[in-house]
């Protein structure tokens, strides 16, 4: 890999992890309110709102200068979030800013891979980057959790400069400053970034002519039938793994009478699994092989109802891990696929755009529909039991559609044949 590509990582690395760990102390905050239980799956569908309202510019946008430019922009967007929330700007709303700067970013983020590097390193580097962000998120909700642990912020809150008198005096305080400094990390390692040398398109003024170019893009993805597989695959991916931070959260809390702070370390073994099925995807798994992965999707989704009959530690790390795991090695290869397909039909910019709304839309959606079910007292095991059916059911038909395509694309080649002869 060239150097480059490990700048790309360092600076996707501490943007997530901030992301992550801001997540956390996000939810203390609201806690610390006594703000209503069903609000925390809320700051979620805060975060991702600008995915899917700004879709079609944030597309637009990434392509229409450099995308180490674009980073650094979305970079400083998250830290005048973070400073909301310092400044005692209610969460939700702070977290929502923090959305719009990962809105503008990630499009920059996975374009410039499709420019800098050659097909044949996509899965690769996508399976790098994957578990770099997975392996950011479980740092990122250990971090904090760590910092809102009350012996370890007493001690961090006991650390006094000489002379200079800080301000912070409240656990809050002090883990939102630590998150902003790992936001300008984030930022100064945007800036050496390497230039792609790649023309850009210059940025229409016209919404409605943004509008209707996103229009056609979303349509040419869902119409590709490599694209709509893949992107079905990833949009359910992502929904179901913004859940899944939640439920485990209550589940840890209710089976294994765990509190805030470690609960949050479960979501990181989560996040270990998926970065061992994402290496391993990436070593094992060629492009072209992408689409065989699908099963361990439906899987996946049998092996979470298991997380009813758990009650026991010892039991439940390594069932987490089994469940990222699967969950990691089939989403890096249909990542791969959807960016492939999607770079050529339409250019890295746009595709990432039209797979940021639809995965952003279903992680509303599915977070939407946690929040009413907490909201009406549903029990976390009837949540859990829908959730695993929901996953094995839709990726059940994602892949018979897949056979139909294949024996349609096959009947198709057959007529040709006999055309010729």
């Known amino acids: 890999m060239p150097f480059g590509f490990y700048i790309i990582m360092a600076a996707q690395f501490f943007s997530a992890l901030a992301d992550n760990a801001l997540l956390i102390v996000a939810i203390a905050a609201l806690r610390e309110m006594q703000a209503p239980a069903e609000y925390e799956p809320l700051l979620k569908t805060f975060f991702t709102v600008s995915y899917v309202a700004l879709a079609a510019f944030v597309g637009a946008f990434a392509d229409s200068m450099a995308k180490r430019r674009v980073m650094f922009i979305s970079n400083t967007i998250k830290i005048v979030g973070c400073a909301m929330m310092f400044y005692t700007v209610h969460p939700l709303l702070a977290y929502a800013v923090v959305g719009l700067g990962a809105a503008a ?75 902003g400094g790992l936001y300008l990390l984030a930022a100064l390692f945007n800036l050496y970034i390497p230039d792609t040398g790649v023309d850009h398109k210059p940025l229409k003024k016209n919404p409605f002519y943004l509008f209707h170019e996103f229009n056609h893009c979303l349509t040419l993805l869902w119409r590709d039938r490599l694209g709509q597989i893949s992107l079905a695959v990833t949009t359910l991916f992502w929904g179901a793994g913004a859940t899944l931070q939640f439920i485990v959260i209550k589940w840890s809390e209710a089976a294994l009478g765990l509190d805030l702070s470690k609960s949050s370390m479960l979501q990181g073994v989560v996040a270990v699994g998926v970065a061992i099925g994402a290496i391993a995807a990436a070593r094992f798994i060629t492009l072209r092989k992408s689409v065989r992965v699908i099963p361990l999707g439906i899987a996946m989704g049998i092996i979470v109802l298991v997380m009813n009959f758990v009650h026991d530690m010892r039991v439940a790390i390594p069932l987490l891990i089994l469940i990222g795991g699967l969950s990691g090695f089939f989403v890096v290869p249909m990542n791969a696929l959807l960016q492939h397909r999607g770079h050529i039909l339409m250019g890295a910019g746009h595709s990432i755009a039209v797979q940021n709304f639809n995965e952003n839309l279903s992680i509303l959606v599915m977070t939407g529909v946690y929040y009413v079910l907490i909201k009406y007292g549903a029990s976390i095991y009837l949540v859990i039991t829908l959730f695993g059916l929901f996953v094995s059911g839709l990726m059940y038909l994602v892949r018979q559609r897949h056979l139909a395509n294949q024996l349609e694309r096959d009947d198709v080649r057959h007529l040709d044949d006999s055309a010729h002869h």
């Open 105 to 179: 970013y990630s499009p920059a983020k996975y374009g410039i891979l499709t420019e800098y590097l050659p097909a044949r390193l996509l899965v690769v580097a996508n399976g790098w980057i994957e578990g770099l962000t997975v392996g950011a998120i479980i740092l990122g909700v250990v971090v904090g959790g760590m910092l809102i642990k009350p012996d370890i912020a007493h001690n961090l809150l006991a650390f006094d400069f000489p002379v200079i008198d800080t301000g912070i005096d409240t656990i809050s305080e002090m883990a939102i400053i630590i998150i």
